[in-house]
């Protein structure tokens, strides 16, 4: 069956400008987390979705980083007045249900955002 | 905060060897242990994880062992290939979110 996909895999932009990244997560998988990794690291979490709602946003670094996951499936990480700071592979990723019992997730190919 | 620290960050071995790569963890809540590979430009794969109430489990080449009272746990690779080659990382979760906490990696070369 079809696995997590990410929109765009590439994305370039300048410095001050808005970014959307989609990510689409594996039929009726209920949670869907955010994963940010920089060159040479290990991803790090950003934010936890179960269903609709963000139950765990503590990964976000600051208030320019916004997601949604208005309908339960799909979700987008939105990042406003971009810094070159900003510059990684966004990862997501997502899981049939969070807590104990059935914690595997499975990660998207990442969209690769650079900011010039 | 948590935090999960790997060693070694790079590991060369001899086809055919074994590999071994130890991750600590700081959250005594933590009960759920996966171990990635990714290769250059791809996603983390899930290779093999172990649960808080199990001290080793072994898939073929692959083992993971846990020791919760030191909180460390180790990803073992016997007979190891060159399509071993990758970066493997450890994490760790706890709680109900299933947030992944990752070490740094470790960068696996099997020279044939």
């Known amino acids: 069956g079809a696995g997590v996909s990410q929109t765009p895999s590439n994305k370039v932009t300048e410095k001050g400008k808005y970014v959307e990244l989609r990510c689409d997560p594996i039929?009726?998988?209920?949670?869907l987390y955010w994963y940010r990794q920089s060159l040479g690291q290990g991803p790090e979490f950003l934010i936890y979705f179960q269903g609709t709602g963000a139950a765990d946003d503590s990964g976000l670094p600051n208030d320019r980083f916004f997601a949604v996951r208005p309908e339960g499936s799909v979700s987008t990480l939105k990042i406003q007045r971009t810094e070159r700071g900003d510059s990684a592979v966004y990862l997501c990723?997502?899981?049939?249900?969070?807590?104990?019992?059935?914690?595997?997730?499975?990660f998207g190919p990442g969209t690769r955002l650079t900011v010039l | 905060g948590e935090n999960v620290e790997q060693h070694p960050s790079t590991l060369s071995v001899q086809e055919g060897d074994s590999a071994v790569i130890k991750c600590t963890y700081s959250d005594s809540a933590s009960n759920y242990f996966p171990w990635y590979k990714q290769e250059l430009g791809k996603r983390p794969q899930l290779i093999i994880d172990i649960r808080s109430n199990v001290g080793e489990k072994k898939d073929q080449r692959i083992a993971v062992t846990l020791n919760k009272t030191a909180k460390h746990f180790s990803l073992h690779i016997t007979e190891t290939q060159p399509e071993d080659s990758a970066v493997y990382f450890c994490?760790?979760?706890?709680?109900?979110?299933?947030?992944?906490?990752f070490g740094q990696g470790t960068t696996l070369q099997v020279k044939p």
């Open positions: 994490a760790s979760s706890s709680g109900n979110t299933g947030k992944l906490i």
């Open positions: 039929s009726g998988h209920t949670a």
């Open positions: 990723a997502s899981s049939p249900k969070a807590g104990v019992g059935n914690n595997e997730q499975f």
